[in-house]
């Protein structure tokens, strides 16, 4: 996928005027951030989880090394193949490798975030393999041509009436009289076209919540029971996942479950959490014959080590995105790639290059949400700072931004013309305020005055005022 | 720590009261002299950096931050009637300047002692009755970083709980942000004016008379939007109505009288 | 493609600031692996087997599961064409190649129909046996074997699972113990479901719509006084 992180703010400005965009965003915070709620306070134990969840990540990253050799092992013993690829390109050609062999001609799909992250369904469709989405929120963008607006519900930037306009053009034999005025029968409609598409793949590709180094296996989570029937029915079950995955034991997929649900919809466990294990035993009756691994790199391990590392510990659960107010209020597609939101303003920046997506971590107010519900205590806000900090470095921050900067850091480095300089400020911001006490435009302020009024000061600083109250008492506000 | 019977104050004006509502800079001063301390307010101070230390010109902030510590590290406590400016001195003076040993120490010295004003009054001095009536009803507005990073929450409303006369509805989507972001709001003018936008709706929503808040960048803005959409509520600081010196213009309001204001002696 | 293995395992390293684990490194790396000690426990399990049992009926349903108790195995083939009936549902089902469930006394329900395998396109119910139940969330843990084919868990519309009371336990990680203990060395299933609920998806304007692309209907059969 191009990414268009670049135009991040003329995609925002095109959201916020996007009036079906608006009322499907407005359906986030009545949702899933209430059902988060009701679902914390019902546990007692989430904070306690939460910093559990978070200790296990960082002890395995801290021996990643260790940690994949011994997945590979376990793998290997039951059957499955491990891949490793230090890049998308080396990811996509090891699956295509996979589908040729099998003489594969269509491949269903599991909801994966990394499958996007390697622009995995172009380049199959460009070899002749075609791509087939199975999580319904996946089939009906894949039916746009758009890109997941959300790490887990991609579709969500959609209304119901846009999903029924798309189905009537996507789906064909669809009869024109047949109504589509409710999501049940949107869904049962999807199904129905689904369904042959599973039984027909010679492929199927899931990512991995966690993958479990003490027994070889691939965890997924989903509600909707794709991913199962997209990795039970085919000869060949891929699974691609980053290698910040890895968790040791099934205990500690466990504890990190507790938090997963819980944070992304709220509910205390999803539908259905399937831990696969290599390729189906001598004497089962079902389940895949092969069973791969493909494990990424593309840029992860080069976080190792950086006050980006923490990010590593991401189990991509959404909780950040449904409560940032920038999210909600533009959707995932402004965002310009993959990743959105809150870990996507710290990881895009990590995968593209910070000169490609500066602006997501300058996005943010700071306002802390997105860590105060993260389950495993990621510092995102400290981690937007520190692309900032690259980024200015860099001398990539815009200009007016470092201009104006480097004024006003003249000033605060010298306390009497600071003092001077403020004066005169509020003195001409009062006079710009005359009578009615605020101002409607203002010079170099276009961006505040654009949409706000600027209140004006009443014309004298607090240390002007201070110092005539100080007067008779020389020694109040000197130095201690 | 042992606390002298009447501590030595340092008050961390903050830039925005500064420049834009001195009348914030008096009602800390009273309502920590009230509560039996002295209040000094270093000249020199400036600012805490936070411009700089947002836009990730990390060298400026760091000599800004110590300028402050090397103005504020005599005083008892330092207090600042902002939540967001004393959680820079609080959480990330330290973070900021960990890469010297010397000077990261003495920003955690500094950071125990420093607390955002209310907190200040009701955790450390724990004041628990405010000489002040105010007939009507109020909102408030929680600032995030007062909220998130300083857990400031039940302070301010147990406070105001105390003023004469004062009922204080409650906004919903009180954990929302309100858009402003520092530089934020002028970076990314369209999404700040979303979120001030759904912020005022809810103060509105209230029908609330004054909105209260503990920052002034969260009251400029706010104050600003209510006041290009033409809505009667007014703004002010929370200070301003615990310490019974909310009679003047809100904030953003027509202030003929204000043009030099003479404010009361604290305590007369 | 698997040539970057070393230069992987090298960046990470890299990035760690070390070289590979020495001999200890690596051994308490295996003590870790071989650490099997549950993480923190929600304390609403804290009851006895019978309160186990409730808890578990209480969320499965709350998960939009359907259970029914039965007292005994005998009744498992009443119960089945009763919900088949009740439901208005074919009497076709596929099974589980299951010796357990074969011994049940289906002749007593001649109507029904059973083909033992595992699950088809055209197949509209399915039943099999549970390997447990989770009490903390509600969950079943559908264990994948010659005799439990995992797609009866997925394929079919209606999902009929019977799951014998004492085989209720406090959490996943009671799952995963008794697996280490009845199944031994290579314990781990090719594939082992926690199923909580039917299939569902919100990813329409996040209403919640069961059958997604799993069943549309769980039906638990509880069943006392037996070691199933």
């Known amino acids: 996928m191009q990414p268009t992180t670049k135009d991040f703010p003329e995609n925002a400005r095109r959201a916020l005027g996007d009036v079906p965009l608006q009322a499907a965003l407005g359906n986030i915070a009545r949702g899933w951030q209430e059902k988060r709620t009701q679902a914390v306070a019902a546990l007692p134990e989430f904070e306690a989880l939460r910093t559990a969840a978070a200790a296990i990540k960082d002890h395995t990253i801290a021996h990643l090394d260790e940690y994949l050799e011994r997945f590979e092992s376990r793998v290997t013993e039951q059957g499955g193949t491990v891949h490793w690829c230090r890049s998308a390109e080396e990811a996509r050609h090891t699956i295509l490798a996979i589908c040729h062999r099998l003489n594969a001609r269509t491949v269903t799909k599991g909801k994966s975030m990394v499958a996007e992250e390697i622009g995995l369904n172009d380049f199959l469709g460009g070899h002749g393999i075609a791509p087939v989405e199975t999580d319904l929120g996946e089939h009906i963008i894949q039916l746009r041509k758009e890109a997941p607006s959300h790490i887990i519900a991609p579709a969500v930037h959609l209304t119901q009436a846009q999903v029924a306009e798309t189905f009537r053009a996507g789906h064909h034999g669809l009869p024109t009289n047949r109504r589509l005025d409710d999501a049940r029968v949107l869904v049962d409609e999807a199904r129905n076209v689904l369904r042959p598409r599973y039984f027909a793949a010679e492929v199927g590709i899931t990512g991995a919540n966690f993958l479990v180094a003490e027994t070889g296996s691939a965890v997924i989570v989903t509600n909707e029971g794709n991913a199962d029937l997209t990795q039970l029915l085919p000869k060949a079950h891929i699974v691609l996942a980053g290698i910040e995955k890895l968790v040791p034991t099934l205990e500690d997929a466990a504890t990190i479950l507790r938090v997963l649900a819980r944070s992304a919809t709220g509910q205390e466990m999803a539908a259905y959490t399937t831990f696969a294990t290599g390729p189906r035993r ?33 189990i991509r659960c959404g909780a950040c995105l449904n409560h940032c107010p920038v999210y909600t209020g533009i959707g995932g597609h402004a965002y310009g790639w993959v990743y959105t939101g809150p870990m996507g303003a710290v990881l895009t920046p990590a995968l593209l290059g910070v000169a490609e997506a500066g ?19 990621i510092p995102l806000p400290k981690m937007m700072r520190h692309w900032r900090e690259r980024e200015f470095a860099a001398h990539l921050a815009p200009h007016a931004i470092r201009r104006g900067l480097s004024w006003w850091a003249f000033f605060a480095r010298r306390p009497a013309l600071y003092r001077a300089a403020a004066g005169a400020l509020a003195r001409w911001l009062a006079l710009m305020g005359g009578r009615l006490g605020y101002v409607r435009t203002l010079p170099l302020a276009g961006g505040w005055t654009a949409v706000r009024d600027m209140p004006a000061p009443s014309g004298r600083t607090f240390q002007q005022l201070w110092a005539m109250r100080a007067q008779p008492a020389a020694k109040k506000g000197s130095r201690p | 720590m042992t606390t002298p019977a009447r501590p030595r104050v340092g008050l961390l004006v903050t830039c925005l009261v500064d420049l834009f509502r001195p009348e914030v800079g008096f009602a800390s001063v009273k309502l920590i002299e009230d ?57 990330h003076f330290p973070a900021l300047l960990a890469d010297d040993p010397l000077w990261e120490n003495r920003a955690r010295r500094l950071a125990a002692r420093s607390f955002e004003l209310v907190s200040f009054l009701h955790d450390v001095l724990r004041v628990t009755k405010v000489a002040a009536a105010h007939a009507g009803t109020v909102t408030y507005h929680d600032g995030c970083s007062g909220l998130r990073e300083l857990g400031i929450k039940g302070q301010p409303r147990a406070l105001l709980g105390a003023v004469e006369g004062l009922a204080l509805k409650e906004l919903s989507a009180a954990e929302s942000c309100c858009g402003f972001g520092g530089l934020f709001c002028v970076k990314y003018p369209e999404i700040s004016n979303r979120m001030v936008g759904d912020k005022v709706a809810a103060v509105i929503d209230t029908g609330a008379a004054t909105l209260l808040a503990g920052d002034m960048g969260c009251l400029l803005n706010i104050a600003g939007k209510l006041s290009r959409l033409g809505a009667a509520v007014h703004c002010r600081h929370v200070a301003e109505v615990l310490a019974g010196m909310a009679n003047g213009p809100a904030i953003g309001q027509s202030a003929p009288a204000a043009k030099a204001p003479r404010p009361a002696r604290p305590g007369s | 493609m698997t040539g970057g293995r070393e230069q992987m395992l090298d960046s990470i390293r890299r990035g760690l600031g070390r070289g590979p684990l020495g001999e200890a490194g690596k051994a308490a790396i295996a003590a870790r692996l071989d650490d099997h000690r549950a993480g923190i426990i929600p304390a609403r399990t804290r009851r006895d087997p019978a309160g186990l049992i409730e808890l578990f009926i209480e969320l499965a349903v709350g998960a939009a599961a359907t259970v029914e108790r039965l007292d005994g195995p005998r009744r498992i083939p009443i119960a089945v064409a009763d919900y088949l009936a009740a439901h208005d549902l074919p009497r076709d089902l596929v099974m589980a190649p299951d010796p357990w469930l074969d011994r049940l006394l289906w002749a007593e329900r001649p109507k029904l129909k059973l083909r033992p395998g595992r699950a088809l396109a055209t197949d509209a119910t399915g039943i099999a046996r549970a390997f447990a139940g989770v009490a903390e969330t509600g969950t079943l843990a559908m264990v994948s074997s010659e005799t439990s084919p995992s797609t009866i868990s997925f394929v079919p519309d209606t999902h009929i699972v019977v799951l014998g009371a004492s085989r ?46 799993g069943p549309r209907r769980l039906h638990i059969l509880l069943v006392d006084g037996t070691e199933a």
Not at chain 2, 36 to 55: F, H, K, L, M, W
Not at chain 3, 187 to 204: E, K, V, W, Y
């Open chain 1, 282 to 314: 001598a004497r089962d009756v079902d389940g895949p014959e092969e069973f791969h691994v493909v494990l990424l790199d593309n840029g992860r391990s080069a976080l190792l080590g950086t006050e980006f590392q923490d990010i590593l510990r991401c």
């Open chain 1, 359 to 377: 602006h997501l971590p300058n996005a943010s107010t700071f306002c802390g949400r997105c860590e105060s519900v993260c389950p495993m205590r």
């Open chain 2, 35 to 91: 509560a039996g301390c002295i209040v000094e307010v270093p000249r020199d101070q400036t600012c805490c950096g936070q411009p700089a230390y947002n836009s990730g010109d990390k060298a400026t902030a760091q000599e800004l931050a110590r300028n402050l510590i090397a103005l504020f590290e005599g005083y008892d406590y330092v207090a600042a009637p902002s939540g967001s400016c004393a959680g820079m001195l609080k959480v």
């Open chain 3, 168 to 213: 209720i336990v406090v959490s996943c990680e009671e799952v995963f113990a008794r697996l280490r203990r009845e199944a031994g060395a290579a314990f781990m299933p090719r594939s082992l479901h926690l199923i909580t609920g039917p299939s569902r998806t919100g990813d329409i304007e996040q209403r919640i719509v069961l059958g997604a692309h």
